[in-house]
């Protein structure tokens, strides 16, 4: 059982920048691949970055690519979202989640992290 916690959401305004946070409870934290996932109100939950267990593979969706980067920190249990130039429409409760490489589909999710992008 993975339990996960983010942290680091809030308020900011748009071209502005916040550090989202995960923590894992798992003793087995590098073999798992993690992920950024995102539902805005009426919208259906969406992908945002992924990371494979090595920490060197990594992968974003068309929307965040070049302003959000995710990183991992196998000695802490941690998986980091750093979100840069931030805009209104990447308001969204933002949510981590593990699952093994063989998946189908994310396996263990946090509660989520509210990021609120005025304009």
């Known amino acids: 059982q993975v339990q996960l916690a983010e942290s680091g959401g809030g308020l900011v305004q748009a071209g502005g920048s916040l550090r989202l946070s995960c923590a894992a409870s798992v003793r087995t934290f590098d073999m798992y691949v993690m992920g950024w996932l995102r539902q805005a109100p009426g919208k259906e939950r969406e992908f945002v970055a992924g990371?494979?267990?090595?920490?060197?593979?990594?992968y974003y969706s068309d929307a965040v690519k070049g302003r959000f980067t995710i990183s991992k920190d196998n000695a802490k249990n941690t998986v980091d979202l750093q979100m840069n130039s931030l805009k209104p429409e990447d308001t969204a409760v933002y949510y981590c989640a593990a699952r093994f490489g063989s998946d189908s589909s994310w396996r263990y999710w946090g509660r989520g992290t509210q990021v609120t992008v005025s304009s």
């Open positions: 990371l494979r267990p090595s920490g060197y593979n990594t």
